[in-house]
T-cell receptor, first 111, second 113 residues
Framework: DQQVKQNSPSLSVQEGRISILNCDYT??????FLWYKKYPAEGPTFLIS?????DKNEDGRFTVFLNKSAKHLSLHIVPSQPGDSAVYFC??????????FGGGTRLMVKP | EAGVTQSPTHLIKTRGQQATLRCSPI?????VYWYQQALGLGLQFLLW???????NRGNFPPRFSGRQFPNYSSELNVNALELEDSALYLC????????????FGPGTRLLVL
């Protein structure tokens, strides 16, 4: 039972354009959502988070949107840079501090 | 500021043996988390320790165990290793039980032959 899903395994975007990564979830008890970036042979790096009581959070080039009614969140990266090429994971937190991760989306930003 | 560190980076064991993986959290962080990323699977929550106590456990058998030391470092023990235990084991830390953000280390890659 996958409670957090990233339906796009990969995404290719031109440098300077917007990257939109999507994530769907099923558990309405999730109270926080986080996005991580992962390079090969490294651990995930925290990018941005959002509380379930908010619908938007922004940090520099990264914005996360949460649509609770649709149980959907998205990460927008504007403008995309070649260094953003990595695997992006969305994660959701429930009581007990357990993070449930999606399967990841590989983002490729072309120069 | 040093991040989460893990040792060893790679570990090779045979079936039935025991593996011990170690993690040092970011200075000042009291919570340590363990996750498993097996091939073809996503990151799966294993264990959470805070202030020396096990606070939560994922859906893993009892042969996965661990502990947290007074300096907040932690070790994960996997007994009676099985081939399916081959995975990347990631440790994360957070600034206390109410801090949402977990910061990850580079992982230990365990190979069971």
């Amino acid at each position: 039972d996958q409670q957090v899903k990233q339906n796009s395994p990969s995404l290719s975007v031109q440098e300077g354009r917007i990257s939109i990564l999507n994530c769907d979830y099923t558990n309405s008890m999730f109270d926080y959502f986080l996005w991580y970036k992962k390079y090969p042979a490294e651990g995930p790096t925290f990018l941005i988070s959002i509380s379930s009581i908010k619908d938007k959070n922004e940090d520099g080039r990264f914005t996360v949107f949460l649509n609770k009614s649709a149980k959907h969140l998205s990460l927008h990266i504007v403008p995309s840079q070649p260094g953003d090429s990595a695997v992006y994971f969305c994660a959701a937190k429930v009581a007990g501090n357990m993070l449930t991760f999606g399967g990841g989306t590989r983002l490729m930003v072309k120069p | 500021e040093a991040g989460v560190t893990q040792s060893p980076t790679h570990l090779i064991k045979t079936r039935g043996q025991q593996a011990t993986l170690r993690c040092s959290p970011i200075s000042g962080h009291t919570s340590v988390y363990w996750y498993q990323q097996a091939l073809g699977l996503g990151l799966q929550f294993l264990l959470w320790y805070d202030e020396g106590e096990e606070r939560n456990r994922g859906n893993f058998p009892p042969r996965f165990s661990g502990r947290q030391f007074p300096n907040y470092s932690s070790e994960l023990n996997v007994n009676a290793l099985e081939l399916e235990d081959s995975a990347l084991y990631l440790c994360a830390s957070s600034f206390g039980e109410f801090e949402v953000t977990q910061y990850f280390g580079p992982g230990t890659r365990l190979l069971v032959l």
